[in-house]
């Protein structure tokens, strides 16, 4: 069965500190697809980024980076010299299969404050 | 294109009474999804629909849930008789498997508030 974790509940940082959000999963399959989503204040889920389970490489988006390694079950998110318009829940997702439009399971997500 | 729309935006009702939330996602999506976010909970999965067929509705709490997906554009998901642990926001949220880029597409949500 397929799971995300989300260990950090709450995280609280001063504006420009970095700041990188835990997520692991479990799954059986060979295939899968990693998500993360970004929950502001407004209430809307924002999608951020996906990778399949055969691309590796680190990726980098202006202040956000995202490290996912297999070899850990993980896909953690950095958020460099972070900005109080980050504050936000965000949420680690999972998609099993060939086709990442499949059951999609999301983490209890971080909520991450940014502090002026 | 308008995005996945969803009614209505806030709902509050007594006890025991029937809600009924409604959602139209993007033209041309094939997937359609109902999600529930509570504190306690978080966002739970409830039915997702692929075509307009019922894929896996394993997440739904009870027989007092409900979803269909008459046509592409149209989905309801219906509570019978509401109590008051069913408050939370309801999303909806549909996709289109075809896209080398696929991602979910959220509505605003149903914040239900049932007394």
């Known amino acids: 069965a397929q799971k995300v974790t989300q260990a950090q509940t709450e995280i609280s940082v001063v504006e420009k500190e970095d700041v990188t959000l835990d997520c692991v999963y479990e799954?059986?399959?060979?295939?899968?697809?990693l998500f993360w989503y970004k929950q502001p204040p407004s209430g809307e889920l924002v999608f951020l980024i996906r990778r399949n389970s055969f691309d590796e490489q680190n990726e980098i988006s202006g202040r956000y980076s995202w490290n996912f390694q297999k070899s850990t079950s993980s896909f953690n998110f950095t958020i460099t010299a972070s900005q109080v318009v980050d504050s936000a829940v965000y949420f680690c997702a999972l998609s099993e299969g060939s086709s990442s439009a499949s059951k999609i399971i999301f983490g209890s997500g971080t909520r991450l404050s940014i502090r002026p | 294109d308008a995005g996945v729309i969803q009614s209505p935006r806030h709902e509050v009702t007594e006890m025991g009474q029937e809600v009924t939330l409604r959602c139209k996602p993007i033209?041309?999506?094939?997937?359609l999804f109902w999600y529930r976010q509570t504190m306690m909970r978080g966002l739970e999965l409830l039915i997702y629909?692929?075509?307009?067929?019922?894929?896996?509705d394993s997440g739904m709490p009870e027989d007092r849930f409900s979803a269909k997906m008459p046509n592409a554009s149209f989905s309801t998901l219906k509570i019978q008789p509401s109590e008051p642990r069913d408050s939370a926001v309801y999303f909806c949220?549909?996709?289109?498997?075809?896209?080398?880029?696929?991602?979910?597409?959220f509505g605003s949500g149903t914040q239900l508030s049932v007394l």
């Open positions: 949220a549909s996709s289109f498997a075809g896209m080398t880029n696929e991602k979910l597409f």
């Open positions: 629909f692929n075509n307009n067929v019922p894929i896996d």
């Open positions: 033209s041309g999506h094939d997937y």
């Open positions: 799954t059986r399959d060979t295939t899968y697809y």
